[in-house]
């Protein structure tokens, strides 16, 4: 299954800074451009056609999939170079499976730093939205996911806690990652900042089912992706000539990670 792999626009690749991956020549230059828009920014239609594709995708078991997927594999793909590269293609490989309902559809992300003084304010937690913070049993009972249930990694509702009870803590603000996107001159240094940061800190102060391996399971965890990937396509794009195929840091083994690391589970070179 996992053979889906996102491609970086490859116009940059044709600068002569840049060594790409072995098979990177082979690829073409994307027909179909994909915009992802910020939650707040899509139309009503937008939004309900996102939901309407998420809830088949959930229908069939896709959620099921990818968090055991994720669950499997989870510390080869943290706290390592393979972070921010694998992410990007799960991301890209669940957008393609709702665009597989509904080809209108892309992976909105969620900018979690707009709201970084009082994250359970945000409107994402509506009811018309993703749903908020679980009840006494951890159950939420409002928005997209409300009636869901899971068979991975037990039969059980979409599960949040908020960290501080009824309210989440703050966290990172929108200067705080510009400070991490603008001190970063290595992949490695991006990846670090961004994941022990504002992705971090969204994972732990939702709890519940965000708080664990498998926390595809829930859909905040793909608008909060697709704006991790946001940061980082944001970064290779200040120099897409160093950038676009910059791999450095430590792999999954402790080895040095470089532009040919191939993805978790695939045969895939990572920077493709």
């Not at 996107?181 to 519940?208: D, P």
Request: proline share 5%; aromatic share 12%; with cysteine.
């Amino acid at each position: 299954f996992f053979g889906y792999v996102v491609g970086l626009a490859l116009l940059s690749a044709q600068a002569a800074a840049i060594t790409p991956p072995a098979g990177a020549q082979s690829l073409t230059a994307c027909s179909d451009v994909i915009v992802r828009k910020e939650v707040r920014s899509l139309s009503t239609s937008e939004w309900n056609a996102y939901k309407a594709a998420a809830k088949a995708a959930f229908n069939d078991r896709w959620l099921d999939w990818f968090g055991f997927l994720h669950d499997r594999i989870a510390l080869t793909i943290h706290g390592n170079s393979m972070f921010l590269v694998y992410h990007r293609a799960l991301t890209r490989d669940y957008e393609k499976i709702l665009r597989g309902y509904d080809a209108s559809v892309a992976v909105p992300y969620w900018n979690a730093m707009v709201d970084y003084q009082h994250p359970d304010q945000s409107p994402i937690f509506s009811a018309d939205n993703l749903g908020g913070n679980g009840g006494s049993d951890g159950c939420v009972t409002g928005g997209l996911a409300s009636d869901w249930k899971y068979v991975y990694p037990d039969a059980h509702c979409l599960r949040r806690k908020y960290s501080s009870g009824s309210t989440m803590p703050a966290w990172h603000s929108p200067e705080f990652l510009t400070h991490v996107m603008q001190s970063s001159t290595t992949y490695a240094a991006l990846r670090a900042g961004v994941e022990n940061s504002i992705h971090g800190a969204v994972h732990l102060a939702l709890g519940g089912d965000m708080d664990t391996m498998y926390s595809p399971v829930d859909p905040i965890f793909w608008v909060h992706h697709a704006n991790i990937d946001r940061l980082y396509a944001q970064w290779q794009a200040v120099s897409p000539e160093d950038r676009t195929y910059m791999m450095d840091g430590v792999a999954p083994d402790n080895s040095p990670a470089d532009v040919n690391m191939l993805l978790t589970g695939t045969t895939k070179p990572a920077c493709t």
